[in-house]
């Protein structure tokens, strides 16, 4: 490793230099240097390179879970404790999580459903349950909200909204979008936090309307709604967090094409056994 050190910063630094402050020798430098290439090493470096072009098509955002799956599927012969080595070695890495705020207001005079989910997040086929949430979004003028729909059995976003305001537009708008892609058959249950776009009439009487069953999580606990809030991570993590967003309008343009392009039909999930969402539905439909 201090001889490949050597060799890599040797552009920057003499070469006697380095080998002095790393305690080798010139000579067993010049002699490392020297020697074939073995053909694990070129091996490696072929790897390496299918590696950084996985990590570069999904944004920077696999680990090497996820690359040893993508490499796995391309029929490339390697281990996942050798990706992970060699993402290790190459400083590949996914990005970081940031901490994630809650801002849901639960200080309402409004109806209150119970929790039908109950954290039951394995479900059976499409339109069977749909989950919703809220989050912010920072831009230089200001905070976008965004309001997101997600149908449960493949972790797609059915529906999203986003507006400048914080208020029951988001919730409704979520759910129309959802609405028109969807056909509901009359046994579909909407799970939300209780905050009070939500539980506002307007959001009610159209749950109502469409004979969709409301189910709320408990006061304070954001572990009710986990795959959302799973979701709402990732999208700031991928997307919101890696950029400075100069209007709403910017911000508006890249969330809608994480969601439409990249999240819904090209990120694969290690839920869906490492399938897009889309895929994961169409094999399903399929069946």
Known sequence: MRYRFIEVEKANYPINLMCKVLMVSTSGYYAWRNRP????????????????????????????????????????????????????QNAIRACYKRKYIVTTDSHHEYVVAPNLLRREFNVERPNKVWVSDITYVPTDEGWLYLGATMDLFARRIVGWSMLEQLQSKLACGSLDMALSRRKVDGDLIHHSDRGVQYASDECQLKLKANGITC????????????????????????????????????????????????????????YLDYKTPAEYEDVALAN
């Not at 072929?46 to 796995?72: A, C, F, N, W």
């Not at 281990?79 to 060699?86: D, F, I, K, T, W």
């Not at 997307?239 to 819904?264: G, H, L, S």
């Open 215 to 270: 189910s709320m999580s408990r006061k304070g606990d954001c572990w009710d709604n986990a795959p959302m809030e799973s979701f709402f991570k990732t999208l700031k993590v991928e997307c919101v967090y890696r950029r400075r967003f100069r209007t709403r309008r910017e911000a508006k343009m890249a969330i809608f094409e994480y969601i439409e392009v990249f999240y819904n039909r090209k990120r694969h999930h290690s």
């Open 37 to 88: 290439v073995s053909e694990r090493h070129m091996a490696n470096e072929s790897l390496v390179q299918k590696i950084r072009e996985i990590h570069k098509e999904s944004r920077q955002t696999y680990g090497s879970p996820r690359i040893y799956d993508r490499l796995k599927a391309a029929k490339h012969v390697a281990s996942e404790n050798r990706v992970a080595r060699l993402m290790r």
